[in-house]
């Protein structure tokens, strides 16, 4: 075990913990421009999901704050979405679209809700926020049961970074961005290769010297073990891309896009 694993994640005051991950502090700053929110970003993943929706509705699992979803539901499509922290659900009304946005306030592993869907989708990397095996199959065992025969579930997710990992290092930098006036940012994953885990690390520190230090877990998958999930909840890989282009999946993709299609 490395030392750094003894930090815990503190919830900053006024955070609710049932939120999770995801509570007040963090949802205040989710929705900032730029980033997964920039329209050359949000624009294609919309443009695709409406296409495979074939007319609805469809089920957002881990809504967030409508990122996705809003934009879906101001094209005309019936968009549901269960989501873990209110805090992120709070803010999903006060978007364009978002306020006919059919929100759940629930764990995507259990939680059910009426009717069924000709899509349901979990982007944004978010199926390894489940940290357990027995729960990412929950997870496509729920979006199964939310399907109409044909329907499809969509996941975008990274392919584990461990080519990245040399033997003897557990951690790979994924930003190192100086602040402008001091200060900055870095984060890094460390992985648990024999859990089949790894911890998001998030580093700011203000110009003032100040710093906060973020911590998430995730468990990461193959796309062939989610294929064997897909199976165990009654669904076969119908397509997989290397992203929301739809371009090819190689061996050298950082993600993909895939579809499993309930027969
Ligand atoms: C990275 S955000 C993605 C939000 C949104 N899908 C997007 O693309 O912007 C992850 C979200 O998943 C939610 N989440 C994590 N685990 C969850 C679970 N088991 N059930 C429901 N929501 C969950 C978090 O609360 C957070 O809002």
Known sequence: MNESTAFTFTISHGDDPADG?????????????????????V???????????DGGPVLEFALGTGRVAAPLAARGLPVSGVELSRAMAARVPGKPGGASVE???????TTRVAGHFSLVYLVFNTISNVVTQDGQVDVFCNAAAH???????????GVPDLRRLPPGQDSVPFAVA???????????????????RFTSNHVTVSPDGAGRFRRVPFRYAWPAEMDLMARIAGMNLKFRWAGWDRSEFTADSVKHVSAWQKP
């Open 21 to 41: 991950w995801f509570p007040e502090s963090v949802a205040i700053g989710y929705d900032s421009p730029g980033g997964a929110n920039a329209p050359e970003v």
């Open 43 to 53: 624009g294609p993943i919309v443009e695709v999901l409406e296409a495979l929706a």
């Open 103 to 109: 929100v759940t306030i629930g764990d995507m592993t």
């Open 147 to 157: 399907l109409r025969p044909g329907g499809l579930f969509v996941v975008e997710v």
């Open 178 to 196: 100086p602040g402008t006036e001091g200060g900055g940012y870095i984060g890094f994953d460390q992985y648990e290769v024999a859990k089949q």
